[in-house]
């Protein structure tokens, strides 16, 4: 689940890698993340699915509140957390991916 990436430059030969810790960070800075390495038109586009995850957390967290105890509430928002940090994780990676295709880099897992 966790693949790395090898983004490589086709004419000056730069190379980008991400991996394993690149999930955390990118699950955990979502939007920044993507800023961080290069990607500024895609901020916004990333900060939005940044919200809709912030909103999911938030919804279940409001129906949760009315539907069952406390302590049970309590486990689903913890399991929630790293759940969500993963997810986001990967689909800001995938964005990255996507971004470094489509500016013509070659991709390799790895």
């Given amino acids: 689940m966790f693949r790395g990436y090898r983004f490589e430059h086709p004419r000056n030969e730069t190379v980008v890698e991400v991996g394993g810790w690149s999930y955390l960070w990118a699950g955990l800075f979502g939007a920044f993340y993507v800023w961080r390495l290069g990607f500024g038109r895609l901020f916004l586009k990333a900060f939005a699915i940044n ?34 940090i993963i997810a986001q994780g990967a689909t800001m990676l995938r964005m990255l991916r996507d971004a470094y295709r489509h500016r013509g880099w070659l991709v390799r897992q790895g």
């Fill in 51 to 84: 919200l809709a995850y912030f909103f999911l957390f938030l919804g279940v967290w409001a129906v949760t509140s009315y539907v069952v105890p406390i302590r049970i509430q309590a486990v689903i928002l913890l399991a929630m957390i790293p759940t969500l």
